[in-house]
């Protein structure tokens, strides 16, 4: 049975990849699986029909037969787990791959979140000038760790992962802000990830919606 997932009609960053449906597009792509993509308006997302399928009135949901699944890092981790090519054959690298995916979500992508929070929504704020080099260094101390773990290495343990993936859709949400610039190591690894063929199917289906050429992928 072909999944469907849901993703913004209009989505707030204008089609540049950084709605949570891209992780779950990339996925898919990753595992060759067709899936099918229903746009919800924000008015639909706060109805019941949406709200049964996601408690938060949010996006990605995702649906297969009679299984409904909501938020984007246990719809990936599902993903991986149904199809090969996003976790490891051996027990112990998959793992560190699922470990990588859960610091991506818990650990890089909440100083990122405080930082675009404060960016656009707090600029208007008198502690806006004071309180952006708080958060900014916050952002810094993580992408600081990471680039020491990464290093040389082309992905974060071994070959690409479903960790990999979590991570450079995280790490996109800095890609304008300069702040990557700084870590040139993981300038090129999210690069790396930008390159894939899959990630490259999903970016133009995501972009697809918000253009309204297409509501599958």
Known sequence: MTPTITAFEQSPDRGRGLARDMRVRWALEEVGRPYKVRPVSFKAMNEPAHRAL???????????????????????????????????????????????????????????????????????????????PVVEDRVRDRLGELSGRVGDADWLDGAFSAGDLMMVHVLLRLKTSGMLDEYPNLSAYVARGEARPAYKRAFAAQLAVFTGKSSAG
């Not at 199809?83 to 054959?89: F, K, Q, S, V």
């Not at 650990?107 to 600029?123: C, F, K, N, S």
């Not at 208007?124 to 004071?130: I, K, M, P, S």
């Open 54 to 132: 996601h408690p938060f009135g949010q996006i990605p949901t995702y649906e297969e037969g009679d299984l409904a699944l909501f938020e984007s890092g246990a719809i990936v981790f599902h993903i991986a787990e149904r199809h090969a090519g996003l976790l490891p054959d051996d027990g112990n690298a998959r793992a560190r791959a699922i470990s990588w995916m859960f610091a991506a979500l818990n650990t890089v992508e909440p100083p990122i979140l405080e930082r675009q929070t404060a960016v656009l929504l707090e600029r208007d704020e008198t502690w806006h000038e004071q309180r952006l």
